[in-house]
C-alpha cells in the first residue's frame, strides 16, 4: 500500500522531466499570464510603475521550478481577463479567481489552490443588527456588491434568487476608499468582500468598520486555463506541482505573511 504514493510522485515527476526537456530542446515556452494592475497587495503598479503583488512573486517563483516554461505578464481589465483566456489572447489568469458554476463550465480550474478567499459581510463597528444576509434583507438595508464576474456579486444574486429577491443592492466604486466612506455616511449598510480585504481597510483608511456572522462562502482562489486543450492541460499540471513545492518548502506562506499580512495560503491538495 505504501508504494502508491511513491509510484504516482515517480509519474509526475517524470512527466515534469519530460516536459522541462521538451523545452530545452525548443526553449521555453512562453506563457501569456491575463492579470490587473490595480488590486492592492495581490497586483498591483508599485511607486516605480512595477507590476508586482502576491500573484506575481508567486507565479515569479513558479518559474524558477518551470524553467520549461517563460512567463510574460498582460496586465488587462478585470472583466477581460477570462474572455483573453478564451479567446487564446492569454493562457494562464491569475486574479484571485475563485470557483463558481459559471466559470466550472467554462474553465479548467488549478487543483492546487494560491489563496485562501473566504467571503464575509462588513458593517460599521457600531452596529449590532447585522450578522447575516437574512439580517440586511429584513431591515431593508442596502449591500454593495462587485461587478457581474466577482463571486461576491454571484453569492448575493444566488441568494436572493432564493429568497425573493429582497436584498437591496448598489455597484462597488473602484476607488475602496469610496466604499469606506459610503459606509461611513450610511449610503450602504454592508459590504461583502473577502476577510482580509475588508480588515485591511482599517489600516489602509481607518475604517471603523468589522467583519460579522460566518463565511458567505469559504473557498480558495485559483489559477485558470482553457478547458479542452492539451497544451493548457499539461501546463495546469506542471504549475499545480509547482505550487505543491512552493507550499512544502514555505515560499508561499512567506509571500502571503508579506503581501497579504499573514499566512493565507491552503494546505496542500486544496
Given amino acids: 500500500m505504501k508504494t502508491i504514493p511513491v509510484l504516482t510522485a515517480l509519474a509526475l515527476a517524470a512527466a515534469s522531466f519530460a516536459s522541462a526537456n521538451l523545452a530545452f530542446a525548443h526553449g521555453p515556452r512562453k506563457i501569456i499570464v491575463g492579470t490587473g494592475a490595480a488590486y492592492k497587495n495581490v497586483c498591483f503598479l508599485d511607486e516605480n510603475n512595477t507590476l508586482t503583488g502576491f500573484e506575481i512573486e508567486a507565479l515569479k517563483e513558479v518559474g524558477k521550478v518551470l524553467p520549461q516554461y517563460d512567463f510574460e505578464f498582460k496586465v488587462l481589465d478585470f472583466s477581460a481577463i477570462l474572455v483573453g483566456l478564451e479567446t487564446g489572447k492569454v493562457d494562464l489568469a491569475a486574479h484571485q479567481f475563485e470557483s463558481n458554476a459559471d466559470r466550472r463550465a467554462r474553465f479548467l480550474f488549478a487543483t492546487e489552490g494560491v489563496t485562501r ?15 447575516s444576509l437574512e439580517d440586511l434583507a ?9 461587478n457581474a464576474s466577482n463571486n461576491n456579486t454571484y453569492i448575493i444574486n444566488k441568494w436572493n434568487s432564493e429568497h425573493g429577491n429582497r436584498l ?31 480588515l485591511e481597510y482599517k489600516t489602509t483608511y481607518s475604517a ?11 473557498s480558495n482562489a485559483y489559477y485558470l486555463y482553457r478547458l ?9 499540471q506542471d504549475v499545480d506541482g509547482a505550487l505543491a513545492r512552493l507550499k512544502d518548502n514555505g515560499t508561499l506562506k512567506r509571500l502571503s505573511s508579506k503581501w497579504l499580512g499573514a ?8
Avoid at 429584513?138 to 462587485?146: D, S
Avoid at 471603523?208 to 469559504?218: A, I, Y
Fill in 138 to 146: 429584513r431591515i431593508g438595508a442596502t449591500v454593495q456588491v462587485g
Fill in 168 to 198: 437591496k443592492t448598489v455597484l462597488r466604486p473602484q476607488d475602496p476608499l469610496v466604499t469606506v466612506q459610503n459606509l461611513a455616511t450610511g449610503r450602504i449598510d454592508a459590504f461583502i468582500d473577502i476577510e482580509r480585504t475588508a
Fill in 208 to 218: 471603523k468598520l468589522k467583519v460579522v456572522g460566518q463565511p458567505l462562502s469559504v
Fill in 117 to 131: 478567499y473566504d467571503q464575509r459581510i462588513a458593517v460599521k463597528d457600531s452596529r449590532t443588527d447585522i450578522t
Fill in 263 to 270: 499566512d493565507f495560503i491552503p494546505p496542500k491538495g486544496q
Fill in 228 to 236: 479542452n486543450d492539451p497544451a493548457s492541460l499539461q501546463l495546469k
